[in-house]
Nanobody
Framework: QVQLVESGGGSVQAGGSLILSCAVS????????MGWFRQAPEKEREGVAV????????YYADSVKGRFTISQDNAKRTLYLQMNSLNPEDTAVYYC??????????????????????WGQGTQVTVSS
């Protein structure tokens, strides 16, 4: 049974930082698309940062480029999202997501929900001004 468990959310003032973690079990980390999505109240869920865990290429939404960093620790079976320079527009529930199929080195991973079949329960991030 695949389980993705997020942690690290919380409340922070604008300009602050948070690190989200996603502990993964029952799922092979090898050569998959994995990433982070978020959903603000009354908005669609959107891709924030995803990566090809095989070649470690990363992809970011324009709104977070230069501020957020996605990374993985295969030994700990954990996916991370380092979030810096947070602003109120980053307030949302953040979800960890994992793709169904294996990917090859060089394959792109998408920031859309399609293809990500496994999801965590989400962790709330609130940024105050």
């Amino acid at each position: 049974q695949v389980q993705l468990v997020e942690s690290g959310g919380g409340s922070v003032q604008a300009g602050g930082s948070l690190i989200l973690s996603c502990a993964v079990s029952g799922y092979s980390f090898s050569r998959k698309c994995m990433g982070w999505f978020r959903q603000a109240p009354e908005k669609e869920r959107e891709g924030v940062a995803v990566m090809n865990t095989g070649d470690r290429r990363t992809y970011y939404a324009d709104s977070v480029k230069g501020r957020f960093t996605i990374s993985q620790d295969n030994a700990k079976r954990t996916l991370y999202l380092q979030m810096n320079s947070l602003n109120p527009e980053d307030t949302a529930v953040y979800y960890c997501a994992a793709g169904f199929r294996s990917v090859s080195f060089g394959d792109n991973c998408q920031l859309t929900r399609a293809g990500y079949g496994f999801w965590g329960q989400g962790t709330q991030v609130t940024v105050s001004s």
